[in-house]
């Protein structure tokens, strides 16, 4: 990550616009764009051993200048980030996770639970807040009977008040619909404490409704395809209001022919799961994902070192909108009006895309490697 951006590389990132305008998607300019944003992100040191760490960057447009506004160090590597409506962020630990931290605006751990390594239920490191804000539901696994758990915790101890079934195998990451109750991407892969995968012919992944103050099973969703992994979700709204779910996904076939083929994308539209576009990275694997444009999305894949455009006026497509080796943890930056853009993480630093505004790189403001997701906190 030391090397500098090449002149060829970033010239792949501003021809994603011209390919938007090629096909009659470039907008109308709107108010003039935010000035610095704060991401919240989870770092480790470029060699392997290094210790992680989660904080605060702050990206400054204006300087094209990336700082470290503050950062603590983990016990272990890191998984979801949660940023919380007090400036606070939610840390929780990979997969199977034994912890979860909280570390407030100025950077000071203020809440940490610790689990022991052989308890039966673990983390899947991914956590939301409830509508009310009174509590955190969290995704969890429960070795001893092999389901997954949405654990139900205390917003402010951290303390678990209930634990639900989440309707299915590894459930990874969980959000809240319009109503306020749980959609849980349930991963569906069998999984050992040391997290090794077994018996994925047993491959049981699916999309969850439960109900928000009792855990009841309201919906459920499957994929004719059982070794498509249902991994990271986002919700993402068109200018009509039409709201959809995008759905990030994983291979699991046990033939590489099979996974270059395999489709990285499921939108749940109204009530359908669908898989829009077989359009896919050569490697079948959707590592993040974030709204964009006008009810589309933008999905990652590290492996391939590419993000791609997915927009619901041309189904059927992936558009390269970023072009650079590690392009992994996606986060939704909405930039001048109409908004749509985002910004992504890459071995080399930060990339900012927007179907009307210039694209933007930022170098790491040290030797860094980031971890899987980052979220925006803020822009002004």
């Not at 855990?215 to 039409?242: F, M, N, V, Y």
Request: neutral net charge; aromatic residues 6%; contains cysteine.
């Amino acid at each position: 990550m030391s090397h500098p951006m090449q002149r060829r590389d970033f010239l792949k990132l501003a021809g994603a616009c011209g390919l938007l305008a090629q096909g009659g998607m470039v907008l109308a300019a709107g108010d003039k764009e935010p000035q610095r944003a704060l991401v919240a992100a989870a770092w480790r040191g470029p060699n392997p051993t290094d210790t992680y760490h989660a904080g605060v960057l702050v990206a400054d447009w204006g300087r094209k200048k990336l700082d470290i506004f503050h950062s603590v160090p983990l016990p272990t590597r890191p998984h979801g980030l949660l940023p919380e409506p007090d400036g606070s962020l939610l840390v929780a630990g990979v997969r199977p996770g034994t912890w979860l931290m909280r570390i407030d605006a100025e950077g000071k751990v203020v809440r940490q639970i610790d689990i022991e390594a052989s308890a039966n239920v673990l983390l899947n490191g991914h956590a939301i807040l409830g509508k009310a804000g009174d509590v955190v539901f969290t995704t969890e696994t429960d070795f001893a009977s092999g389901r997954g758990k949405i654990g139900v915790r205390d917003r402010v101890t951290l303390a678990k008040l209930d634990e639900w079934d989440s309707g299915g195998l590894e459930p990874h990451q969980v959000l809240l619909d319009a109503d306020g109750h749980l959609v849980v991407a349930n991963g569906g892969i069998p999984r050992n404490r040391a997290d090794k995968k077994y018996d994925l012919q047993r491959m049981d992944s699916s999309l969850v409704r439960l109900d928000a103050k009792t855990g009841k099973l309201l919906r459920q969703w499957k994929l004719a395809d059982t070794r498509l992994s249902l991994r990271h979700i986002a919700w993402s709204t068109a200018p009509d209001g039409e709201r959809r779910l995008g759905v990030a996904m994983q291979a699991e076939h046990g033939e590489a022919a099979q996974r270059s083929q395999a489709p990285l994308l499921a939108v749940l539209e109204g009530d359908e799961l669908v898989v829009p576009t077989r359009a896919n990275d050569g490697f079948g694997y959707g590592g993040d994902l974030a709204a964009a444009y006008n009810g589309g999305f933008v999905v990652s894949s590290n492996q391939a070192g590419l993000a791609q455009l997915w927009h619901p006026g041309a189904p059927d497509k992936l558009t390269p909108v970023v072009e650079l080796q590690e392009a992994y943890a996606m986060a939704e930056w909405n930039g001048p009006k109409p908004g749509g853009g985002v910004l992504v993480s890459t071995a080399l630093g930060l990339v900012r895309w927007h179907p009307i505004a210039k694209p933007v790189f930022l170098a790491w403001p040290k030797p860094m490697a980031l971890d899987n997701h980052w979220a925006l906190i803020s822009e002004a």
